[in-house]
């Protein structure tokens, strides 16, 4: 039996979660998520918990039994508290301003960056850190991949766009002239 797939998901108060077939549709103060969940993995809401099952041992039904387990597990936690990225901008004269729903990003090309926000997430910017929050996770780390993508850091100084718990990896400049 999978060790993710067989632990059972508590669902908080606040949080409703309805079924239609094998879709699974999870409501809270953050938001609405759904999810279809594969026809081969069954699951059941009992007791204020969620559980799933599997029909047997084969490999793609492990592997689906962990999936189907995981992204309820995330919708429910996203629609109850929220998932949260913090990005930091590094270097001088790299800043960032939230205007509405988008994001201008002033990187040192020789124009702004504007990025437009999806729907469901939400920025702030304080003290060179972006702080993006959402309640689907997966499109929260896309956003975030794709603003990091504008101008990932660089080994020499650090500048660049970076995640806050990334660790980079500095190089040492040239060596002045040997003798």
Known sequence: MSRIGK????????VTVTTSGQKLSVKGPQGTLSFDVPQ???FKIENDTILFTRPNDDRTNRALHGMA???????????????TRVLEIVGVGYRA????NKIDL??????PVSYPLPDGVSATFKDGKLTLT???K?????????IRRWRPPE?????????????????????RGKK
């Open 40 to 42: 081969s993995i069954g």
């Open 134 to 136: 959402a309640a689907n």
């Open 106 to 111: 002033t990187l040192g090309f020789s124009h």
């Open 97 to 100: 301003a939230v205007k509405g």
């Open 7 to 14: 632990a059972p998901i508590a669902i908080p108060k606040g």
């Open 155 to 175: 080994p020499y100084k650090g500048k660049g766009i970076k995640y806050a718990n990334e660790r980079i990896i500095r190089k040492e400049g040239k060596a």
């Open 69 to 83: 387990r995981a992204m309820v597990a995330n919708m429910v936690k996203g629609c109850s508290v929220g998932f």
């Open 138 to 146: 997966e499109l929260l780390g896309k956003v975030a991949a794709d």
